[in-house]
């Protein structure tokens, strides 16, 4: 039975695991040891797995517990480089809890970052306290996908971004697509760039303005289809990102 995670916080902890080795000690605090100890009643003498989430994983057995605080003796140590190609998927603000689901199934197939896009033709609209608490949903679910997947690596979900902000990621990235169901090329077809980040645009249930296409290619990104099928906005990216890293060492 794989072990828990459970993800140290710098905010929290510091640069907690940065000098870990077998037999120091390791404290979790906050919300994650609260997680820990009352929800999994984690106890003494039990082992489980502690990450940064930018690399550095510990397996630990626990030494002692309190309401919100649980510190463990480091076994062994595992440091894990960033996977590459990074792949970076823009996705435009869905309907309802689509979005969580969207960066719910991006994080378990291994996206680098998840940039919340206020496209013309999204219906969800995220502003003052809504976009706050919906920015802190999107983040919550993609730190409790990276636990599930065991990943050492956690995916970033940026604030959210302007069409602008999109033309300006997708002029910088080796390899940019948007996913668009008329465009005639398809994405399996396309030559992949040694080095990422590659990056994907999904549009809303709406679909995507012509002008927004225009931009998108303008800044050096394909228009690119999938399949003959038209996939939900909170599915697309899932199916592209698949399709991409089958192509990569990352999934060979």
Do not use: C, N, Y
Not at 206 to 234: H, I, M, N, W
């Amino acid at each position: 039975m794989s072990l828990p995670v459970h993800l140290v916080d710098s905010a929290d902890s510091g640069d907690a695991l940065a000098d870990a080795g077998p037999g120091t000690s390791v404290t979790l605090e906050g919300d994650e040891a609260h997680h820990a100890v009352a929800v999994r009643r984690m106890r003494v003498g039990e082992r489980l797995v502690l990450t940064d989430g930018a690399g550095t994983s510990v397996t630990a057995e626990v030494a002692a517990t309190g309401k919100r605080l649980l510190t463990a003796t480091v076994h062994e140590v595992r440091r894990v480089p960033e996977p590459a190609p990074a792949i970076v998927v823009v996705q435009a603000l869905p309907k309802g809890d689509r979005g969580e689901l969207a960066v719910e199934m991006l994080t378990e197939v291994g996206v680098a970052r998840v940039v919340p896009w206020a496209a013309s033709r999204s219906v969800a609209v995220w502003k003052g306290e809504r976009a706050t608490k919906s920015l802190a949903r999107w983040r919550a679910t993609a730190r409790e996908a990276a636990k599930q997947a065991r990943r050492s690596w956690f995916p970033v979900v940026d604030e959210l971004a302007s069409t602008a902000d999109v033309v300006a990621l997708l002029a910088d990235a080796p390899l940019a697509v948007v996913l668009h169901e008329e465009a005639s090329v398809p994405l399996a077809s396309l030559d992949l760039p040694a080095e990422g980040p590659l990056v994907i645009v999904v549009g809303p249930e709406g679909g995507l303005t012509d002008e927004e296409v225009a931009a998108f290619v303008a800044a050096g990104a394909a228009s690119v289809r999938l399949g003959a099928e038209v996939l939900r906005t909170s599915t697309a990216g899932v199916a592209a990102t698949a399709a991409l890293l089958s192509r990569t060492p990352r999934w060979s």
